[in-house]
């Protein structure tokens, strides 16, 4: 990428829950059109970062910036940084019972629309078309649009579920976050080919995951290791496959040194 | 969502949508206040048969002796002698909308009922403060011999019918509101559906209160024949005024041998009505009786729509939804009694409080003693979208039988501030995640609606919503 700033930029970010700082000064640049892997052992800050990326009140932001396209995201609620198009695939998405999936969609694609200057919905007859093709992508059956959202949803129909969103609303930043986690061999392999499905130039990915698997099947050319609220390494692909073989002590090691 | 927005004031939308009043002049109307002379006068203006006079004079004195009840909300605001008791408001009924008075028709059209007639209904009775000012049926069921009228003019019109039925499911004597509204009722809707005859689209019946501190007493009598079938839908609003009107309806139905009945309601009163309401349902052999009672509005409500299930095979289905916003008290739920073995019955509660108000459930389910082999389910959910409001369930049981299967589940829960925000990270604003959270919460209600209203109940639950999610 050769444009000035980076779609989406984090610098210096430090993050408290609960007056505890987890995040503690975590700088990191993502572009449209790149895969980035954020790895790191439990309770490094992964989760941490993806919810104060989207905003969860939950989460203090004590220092820092986050910016997407050179707009300041921590002056933005949940709902406009949704509209700009920031994405967070949950790890433990919620169910709403009564909403249907495809009741939900049509709100949340509508107001995507509204904020990138398209006044009207899409056509019922439209919008129809498109839940069923990214259906397709994901192998979900038709009747999934009409069941209520996460509700009584397996594991796996959930991260599915996520992508879908993911799918219809077309970000152009999407986090990832442990979408590997509780999925089997199949499952996670239909989510993976749903995510390289839709990556492209025109969107940008931050994979989060504790383990090198899904790395399998989707390809990063960035990967940066998560220690104790700060990246202590960054490199390419290789990375990921040095960390499987030595585990994460090996790089507290070289934070140690 | 990061910093907290300020709390507006509930139903703001209502005041435009629904809360403004015409200047009529109507052509009659009773001096404030009731004692015999106001209840004869409404008797001689009607030019009723002496039996109903007597009927009326007779529920005065009852009225006038029961005491308030102590429970539920507080009815001891309630000034009775401020109130207007009859208020005529144009001359004739017409069954056709161009006769209407304009600025009254004008109501109705910015109601959408001339609309919705048209589309989807069989036929449709607007009350205008006392009387039926438009009361129309579709021909081919008039000809299968259905009868929708306003009760008065059943009461002209079929006079043998109407005191078969009148006034033997909810005798005057039931409760104080019930004897005020055998004392001074007027207007309602009359239903005979004959035996095997189905209604397929509903019957649809409009009550507005449009003068300030007026009473409405409508009174209605529904019988369904063997076998018959049919959907009644009434809906209610009334002006915003700064003091109360009160609504004090009484519902009779009659279900016979394997007929069904729908009844469904979408209360909407301004937040200054006091809805004190009495309804029952008698089901006969395999009849089912379904209400589906759905309140938004009122100041207060107390309502508990009630199947007596007198023969074995008769069954009752109870679907309330109670929804207090800032200064409303819903007192809503449902009664069932099994009367007779074999009978069964299913109560689904949903109540929302929000903004300081009260919703909640009170309810009975009683088996009498012989009555083997009935089912009953009573599910109550209450949802509360902040701290300071409250829900309440008081869930009675008076079981005389052991030989029966009687379920009871109660959930609260709160609007979840990770529910929220799921939803927002999808880029939906908050008062409107807010209102797909409630939405998908009575859904279990809204689907048995016809779309018409499902599409409208929602709306309500929108404007409702409005601004003011803390």
Not at chain 2, 143 to 160: M, N, R, W, Y
Request: overall charge negative.
């Amino acid at each position: 990428m050769t444009s000035a700033k980076p779609t989406l930029e984090i610098r210096d970010l430090h993050v408290a829950v609960e007056g505890k700082p987890i995040l503690k000064g975590l700088s990191l640049a993502v572009n449209k059109g790149e895969i980035h892997a954020l790895m790191g052992p439990n309770g490094s800050g992964k989760s941490t970062l993806a919810n104060a990326l989207m905003g969860n009140p939950k989460y203090e932001i004590t220092g820092g910036s986050i910016h997407l396209n050179g707009v300041d995201v921590l002056e933005l609620s949940a709902d406009e940084r949704g509209r700009k198009g920031l994405f967070l695939a949950f790890q433990y998405p919620t169910a709403i019972p009564g909403v249907s999936v495809a009741n939900f969609l049509r709100m949340a694609l509508t107001a995507r629309r509204k904020e990138m200057g398209m006044e009207k919905p899409l056509p019922p007859k439209e919008f129809r078309a498109l839940v069923k093709e990214k259906m397709a992508l994901l192998r979900m059956d038709d009747s999934f649009a009409g069941r209520y959202i996460n509700d009584g949803f397996s594991g796996g129909e959930k991260k599915r579920a996520e992508i879908l969103q993911m799918a219809v609303l077309q970000p152009e930043i999407a986090v990832l976050d442990e979408t590997d986690s509780g999925l089997d061999i199949d499952a996670l392999r239909i989510v993976s080919e749903g995510v390289n499905a839709l990556s492209g130039p025109n969107l940008g990915v931050l994979l989060i995951t504790h383990y090198q698997r899904i790395l399998n099947y989707i390809k990063p050319q960035f990967v940066h290791v998560l220690v104790d609220g700060r990246i202590v390494k960054s490199g390419g692909p290789e990375l990921a496959h040095e960390l499987e073989a030595q585990g994460y002590d090996w790089v507290r090691e070289i934070q140690a040194a | 969502m990061n910093e907290p927005q300020q709390t507006l004031d509930i139903r703001e939308g209502y005041k435009e949508k629904f809360g403004f009043h015409d200047d009529i002049a109507p052509v009659f109307k009773s001096r404030r206040g009731l004692d015999k002379s106001v209840v004869e006068e409404i008797s001689a203006m009607k030019g009723e048969p002496a039996w109903m006079r007597d009927f009326r004079l007779k529920a005065l004195e009852q009225f006038e002796k029961k005491p308030l009840p102590n429970w539920g909300g507080n009815v001891g605001e309630i000034d009775f002698q401020n109130i207007f008791y009859y208020l005529k408001p144009t001359e004739e009924q017409t069954k056709n909308w161009d006769e209407v008075p304009a600025d009254i028709k004008r109501t109705f059209d910015r109601l959408g009922i001339p609309e919705a007639e048209q589309k989807f209904l069989s036929g449709v009775g607007a009350q205008y403060d006392s009387e039926t000012v438009y009361h129309k049926i579709k021909q081919d069921l008039a000809d299968k011999g259905v009868i929708f009228l306003d009760t008065g003019s059943a009461l002209e019109q079929h006079p043998d019918l109407f005191r078969q039925y009148f006034g033997t499911i909810i005798p005057p004597s039931d409760n104080k509101f019930a004897a005020l509204n055998s004392a001074v009722w007027s207007g309602g809707s009359f239903i005979y559906v004959p035996k095997g005859v189905k209604v397929d689209m509903p019957l649809q019946a409009y009550f507005r209160i449009n003068a300030q501190n007026m009473g409405q007493f409508e009174r209605t009598l529904i019988i369904v024949d063997e076998g018959a079938w049919v959907h009644y839908v009434e809906g209610c609003t009334a002006p915003i005024y700064a003091s109360d009107s009160l609504h004090s309806a009484v519902v009779e139905i009659i279900v016979k041998k394997g007929a069904r009945c729908r009844y469904t309601t979408i209360q909407n009163w301004s937040n200054n009505v006091f809805n004190l309401v009495t309804k029952r349902a008698a089901a006969y052999q395999d009849a089912t009786m379904e209400w589906v009672d759905a309140n938004l509005g009122s100041k207060l409500t107390m309502k508990y729509p009630s199947v007596y299930l007198m023969e074995p095979g008769a069954h009752a289905e109870i679907l309330s939804i109670a929804f207090a916003g800032k200064g409303q008290h819903q007192d809503a739920g449902g009664k069932a009694v099994h009367g007779a073995p074999n009978t069964t019955s299913s109560v689904v509660s949903k109540s929302i409080s929000k903004d300081g108000g009260r919703a909640g459930y009170r309810g009975l389910i009683k088996v009498a003693k012989g009555a083997k082999g009935c089912k009953s389910t009573v599910r109550c959910d209450a949802l509360l979208l902040d701290e300071h409001s409250r829900s309440d369930t008081y869930p009675y049981m008076e079981i005389e039988e052991d030989q029966v299967s009687i379920g009871h589940e109660a959930t609260v829960s709160k609007i979840g501030d990770e529910q929220l925000f799921y939803l927002m990270s999808r880029g939906i604003p908050e008062a409107e995640a807010a209102a797909m959270i409630v939405s998908g919460f009575i859904e279990p209600i809204t689907k048995e609606l016809p779309m018409e209203y499902a599409v409208e109940m929602n709306r309500l639950i929108q404007l409702q919503m409005e601004g003011s999610v803390g």
